[in-house]
Structures are given as C-alpha cells and as structure tokens.
C-alpha cells in the first residue's frame, strides 16, 4: 500500500515562495498520477496540479497557473510542488494525493496525504 507524506508548509508573505514536497512509500511507483490539492477554512478541497508518473505531463488549476510548477522526481518517488508570486488566497491546507489512473478529479485520487499548512500574509 502507498503511503504519502507531505514537507515544506508554512508561512510567508504575500509575493514570496514556497516549496512543498510528497514522498511516497511502500512500493515504487511506476504509473498512475500524483496531484496537489488544497483546502481552505469553510471551503471545499480543489484541485491545484497534477502530474503523470509516466511521461510527466502536467495540469494545473487557472489561479496558479504561471505561478505553480509541479515536478516529479522518479528515483525518489517524490513530487514536488513549487509555489511562486504567493497570495493571500493562496492560504490553505496542501494535501498530495496519488491515482493509479491518469486524472484530475479528486474523487479518482485514492490515497492522500495528511496535508501540510501554507499560510500567505497580507
């Protein structure tokens, strides 16, 4: 069974950089999608950016598009979410999450990670 865990949350203020990482565990990934997804206060999770583990096409949602680059890095089993030109709006709980199908939809990710805090000041 995969298990995720996320690094790298935390707070900053508007304008900067963070960069979140995923790393997955109990066996090597080889197929399949791995995303970011985000959730904030009163809010429903959405979706931030994917990538497949084969080939690594990515996507991304149209607010962090040309602010966000997801990347993975395969002999490590590990994605990594780098988070530009940050925005108050951009506060959430990041969780990564991993699909055996090639998808963006959250309900087809069926393993998630506990989540790791990002928190943008004004």
């Known amino acids: 069974q995969v298990q995720l865990a996320e690094s790298g949350g935390g707070l900053v203020q508007a304008g900067g950089s963070l960069r979140l990482s995923c790393t997955a565990s109990?066996?090597?990934?080889?197929?399949?999608?791995m995303g970011w997804f985000r959730q904030a206060p009163g809010k429903e999770r959405e979706f931030v950016a994917a990538?497949?583990?084969?080939?690594?096409?990515?996507y991304y949602a149209d607010s962090v598009k040309g602010r966000f680059t997801i990347s993975k890095h395969n002999t490590k089993n590990t994605i990594t979410l780098q988070m530009n030109s940050l925005k108050p709006e951009d506060t959430a709980v990041y969780y990564c999450?991993?699909?055996?199908?090639?998808?963006?939809?959250?309900?087809?990710?069926?393993?998630w990670g506990q989540g790791t805090q990002v928190t943008v000041s004004s």
């Open positions: 990538i497949t583990w084969t080939g690594g096409r990515t």
């Open positions: 999450a991993y699909s055996e199908i090639i998808t963006v939809r959250l309900h087809e990710f069926d393993i």
């Open positions: 109990g066996r090597t990934l080889s197929s399949g999608a």
